[in-house]
């Protein structure tokens, strides 16, 4: 990756430290419509723009904050349900289960569904939901659920990956820490169990390099995690 590709994405990381989120994503936009960038470039570029997404998302100030509001949002575009969902996520749900049940019925935006499926399992409400997901129907009640966070899978991988990248390769382990988060919510109603963690980890390693495009990191990966591949 060329110096020019290195500050661009400097640049576009400082504006989202600053919460300046339309400029960064203005940049991104950008960039992603010329007519060649490499492929780590692009790779990067994208994990950048659902960054943004969701900090748009997180700082977001719904002006009509009625419940009405909300529930109206859930069936918005991508940062209207997210924005709506981390704003339910601190309300009680059990008086909404419902509008929940409606909301998954429509199609939703997979992250936002994600959150608030873990946002039910964090609040261990006792009745049954259904969700289709990749053409799957899933049935759940939300007390058996386990939230991200305590998923035994979720940490014993975030431990692999913090072995192989943490203190070497500091930053690389923040992007593949986020890779996981992700994988783990998007795993959601379902959920991983301690002995698949060190291969969760290594999937979710791997993505990240080869994200990166950085063949050592690759090397480094493999011999540390004792994994072959083809």
Request: hydrophobic share 40%.
């Amino acid at each position: 990756m060329d110096n020019w590709y290195e500050e661009t994405i400097a640049e576009i990381k400082e504006l989202m430290e600053q919460k300046k989120y339309d400029q960064a994503a203005g940049i991104v936009e950008k960039e992603l419509s010329m007519p060649y960038i490499p492929c780590d470039v692009e790779k990067q570029l994208r994990v950048l723009q659902k960054d943004i997404r969701f900090g748009v998302a997180e700082n977001t100030i719904i002006h009509e904050s009625s419940l009405d509001q909300l529930l109206d949002d859930l069936h918005g575009d991508a940062a209207r349900q997210l924005a709506a969902v981390n704003a339910l996520g601190s309300r009680n749900l059990r008086d909404l289960t419902l509008e929940i049940q409606d909301y998954f019925n429509s199609s939703p935006f997979p992250e936002a569904a994600a959150l608030l499926i873990n946002a039910i399992a964090k609040q261990q409400i006792e009745d049954e939901f259904t969700f289709v997901k990749d053409g799957v129907e899933y049935s759940f009640f939300g007390d058996c659920l386990i939230p991200v966070d305590e998923c035994d899978g979720y940490r014993e991988a975030r431990k692999y990956l913090n072995q192989w990248f943490g203190m070497k390769y500091p930053s690389v382990y923040e992007l593949a820490l986020k890779v996981l988060v992700h994988e783990v919510y998007m795993y959601l109603p379902l959920s991983y169990e301690e002995i698949e963690g060190r291969e969760l980890a290594y999937e979710c390693g791997l993505q990240t390099v080869e994200m990166l495009g950085d063949e050592q990191l690759k090397e480094h990966l493999t011999a540390c995690s004792g994994v072959m591949r083809e």
